[in-house]
């Protein structure tokens, strides 16, 4: 009888250690669909900021949290969804984040996916991003490593370029020039042609700010479908700003 049960001992040890420390899903990883997250990088800035020194720097134009390089909408998230809710989260504890495996991707993550919070390295903010949404997305066979989801993240900037999109239609960042929410939403839905989700930066006394876009995709090849929260978190009746990037070296 020893050895049977050495043998059953043994083999659920290794079971047991392969589902630590293997990489594959922590937890059942299912989810409906992805949310895109971009947002405009110039209204971040001022996102962090108090409501007094919001009114105090922005009368200036002096607040710059914008890498030198970055000319466009930025990333927020590639985020693995249940309908509105972004999870699940935080899947695989085993699988951890690792710089030099996107060594190739830093010139465009540098541009495309740069940490806008104070204090913050981009590689916290990778980190923060693989672990929480990365490694819940493995299951998919085209985001199944670590290279694949910011590959992958980066070349969807690419193909919804938010900037672009709004040029065309003429809204482009002024110091000026204010839209209506409607009018962004209309240059938006032309291109897109599903429901999104849009949001807008509200200020007390100092109007909105074009702030960021959802875009749904289906899990299957990242297509676009559309959101069930498609209703824009902006105010309507209020006309919408979409200020200029302003660099460090602007402000010298």
Avoid at 234 to 247: A, L, M, N, R
Wanted: some cysteine; overall charge negative; charged content about 20%.
């Amino acid at each position: 009888m020893f050895l049977p049960v050495f043998a059953v001992a043994l083999l659920c040890q290794t079971a047991t250690s392969f589902s630590i420390f293997s990489r594959t899903d922590a937890v059942d990883a299912d989810f409906n669909l992805f949310i895109l997250t971009q947002w405009w990088p110039q209204t971040m800035c001022y996102d962090q900021m108090t409501e007094e020194n919001f009114k105090r720097i922005k009368m200036n134009q002096t607040k710059s949290c914008v890498p030198e390089g970055v000319t466009k909408w930025t990333i927020h998230g590639l985020w693995p969804t249940i309908g509105t809710e972004h999870k699940p989260e935080y899947c695989n504890e085993s699988w951890p984040f690792n710089e030099s495996v996107i060594q190739d991707l830093l010139p465009k993550l540098e541009r495309q996916w740069p940490t806008l919070e104070s204090g913050q390295q981009n590689a916290e903010f990778w980190k923060h991003e693989w672990d929480k949404h990365g490694t819940c997305s493995t299951n998919i066979p085209f985001l199944n490593s670590e290279h694949k989801y910011f590959t992958k993240t980066l070349s969807l900037n690419v193909k919804y370029d938010l900037y672009s999109i709004l040029k065309q239609s003429g809204i482009v960042p002024s110091d000026d020039a204010t839209y209506q929410v409607k009018e962004i939403q209309g240059a938006f839905f032309d291109f897109f042609r599903v429901r999104f989700r849009m949001t807008c930066y509200k200020t007390e006394g100092m109007g909105q700010m074009l702030d960021s876009v959802e875009l749904c995709l289906d899990k299957t090849d990242l297509s676009l479908i559309d959101c069930q929260d498609s209703n824009p978190d902006c105010d309507f009746s209020k006309p919408v700003q979409y200020p200029p990037i302003i660099y460090p070296s602007d402000l010298v």
